[in-house]
T-cell receptor, first 118, second 114 residues
């Protein structure tokens, strides 16, 4: 496979469930991102990992817990979510490390995981 | 801090007509500017980017954008719309210590009529 792959593509969960979203990139990139895309709102950056280290947490509630075991994989663990957390969660990766001036900072996005919280 | 404003959440054109999607940005440092497109049930795909150098940037699918520093604009154009161009388009900016962390506009949905 090539590019950025996200699973599952669709997820329905109750407010007391625990689930995880998975992202895998086959591009040899060293930075990975989680974005949230809600209806009628701009894409919101949630987390950034640079060489497996978290470099950005954009004031995300603790019910979202990211994990980056290696530079190719990124997870978003979900616990006791709220209905307003229903959204499309997009994973992305880039070649340039965040914070360095680099024209290579083009993000490649996955197709997203559509989350519905009941 | 950086921000992006996309003028018009919906734009409708006829097939063969000019496409113009407007984007204005705010940045205290020299910006990198991007246009992404999102088709239904898909992630975002890069159309084009401006980093440095030539201010007229050509991208995929016949799109181009011009960086105008004096107007803080990066409008996206295509001379002749095609039905397959119907999608949502996002303008984004990064810069300074935020290189690589994109700030997106709210998106513009492009509808193409036969």
């Amino acid at each position: 496979e090539t590019g950025v792959t996200q699973t599952p593509r669709h997820l329905v969960m109750g407010m007391t469930n625990k689930k995880s979203l998975k992202c895998e990139q086959h591009l040899g990139h060293n930075a990975m991102y989680w974005y949230k895309q809600s209806a009628k709102k701009p894409l919101e950056l949630m987390f950034v990992y640079n060489f497996k280290e978290q470099t950005e947490n954009n004031s995300v509630p603790s019910r979202f817990s990211p994990e980056c075991p290696n530079s190719s994989h990124l997870f978003l663990h979900l616990h006791t979510l709220q209905p307003e957390d229903s959204a499309l969660y997009l994973c992305a990766s880039s070649q340039g490390a965040v914070g360095r001036v680099s024209g290579a900072n083009v993000l490649t996005f996955g197709a997203g995981s559509r989350l519905t919280v009941l | 801090a950086q921000s992006v404003t996309q003028l018009g959440s919906h734009v409708s054109v006829s097939e063969g007509a000019l496409v113009l999607l407007r984007c204005n940005y705010s940045s205290s440092v020299p910006p990198y500017l991007f246009w992404y497109v999102q088709y239904p049930n898909q992630g975002l795909q890069l159309l084009l980017k401006y980093t440095t150098g030539a201010t007229l940037v050509k991208g995929i699918n016949g799109f181009e954008a011009e960086f105008k520093k004096s107007e803080t604009s990066f409008h996206l154009t295509k001379p002749s719309a095609h039905m397959s161009d119907a999608a949502e388009y996002f303008c984004a900016v990064s810069g300074g210590t935020s290189y690589g962390k994109l700030t997106f506009g709210q998106g513009t949905i492009l509808t193409v009529h036969p």
